[in-house]
């Protein structure tokens, strides 16, 4: 087999990647969402205090914008909902391998993910245009902002501050790493998904 074919091959693979999901037992499934959520414990690990916002930079985002892409909009949804309600139950894998109910300035980004996860599973495996880069680079960025509002809502309510502190403290000294998260993670989905697959 010549590397053309091998190409083809894998090409084909990818454009029944969804189908393979869909035909898999409900159990298998779950495990999946499950080893995502775990994934998303271990890079919340990843974790970098910045000294004039109690919430930090931490690994989370890029592994939630991959969720959708590998499990779809339902299960990339449940799998962050798993994360949650694990880490809830007392599961030590949110950022610095806190557990529990994390009632503090960070707790909308968590809620965040989920909504994220579904909105990137849902157009990726319901819509089919051009799979292009960029395309996948705007939809890493709107679920970015998707975490951003639930983050910055929650944070404004719990601090107690007005839009322009929210802003300094809670979204835009996140942007720069956030961009980049969402550059890699385009570049993965982009292997990931076949050509006419969005």
């Not at 159990?27 to 994934?39: E, N, P, S």
Request: glycine content about 10%; overall charge positive.
């Amino acid at each position: 087999m010549n590397i053309t074919d091998t190409l083809g091959s894998l090409e084909k693979k990818k454009e029944n990647y969804y189908e393979w999901l869909h035909d898999l037992a409900w159990a298998k499934r779950l495990f999946l969402a499950l080893l995502v959520a775990v994934v998303t414990g271990i890079a919340a690990q990843i974790r970098i205090p910045l000294g004039f916002t109690p919430v930090p930079i931490t690994g989370q985002v890029f592994t939630v914008l991959l969720c959708g892409v590998i499990l779809g909009n339902i299960y990339g949804g449940l799998s962050m909902i798993l994360y949650m309600a694990i880490g809830f139950a007392g599961v030590p894998w949110f950022s610095g391998a806190a557990s529990g109910l994390p009632i503090g300035p960070t707790t909308g980004y968590i809620i965040g993910f989920v909504p994220a996860a579904f909105f990137i599973g849902l157009v990726t495996q319901r819509y089919k245009q051009t799979h292009s880069f960029l395309f996948l680079l705007g939809l890493m960025t709107v679920a970015i902002l998707i975490i951003y509002i639930c983050g910055a809502v929650h944070f404004a309510l719990f601090m107690k501050t007005n839009l322009k502190t929210t802003l300094y403290m809670a979204v835009l000294p996140f942007l720069p790493i956030d961009m980049i998260k969402a550059l890699f993670a385009a570049c993965t989905a982009r292997i990931l998904l076949p050509k006419n697959q969005i």
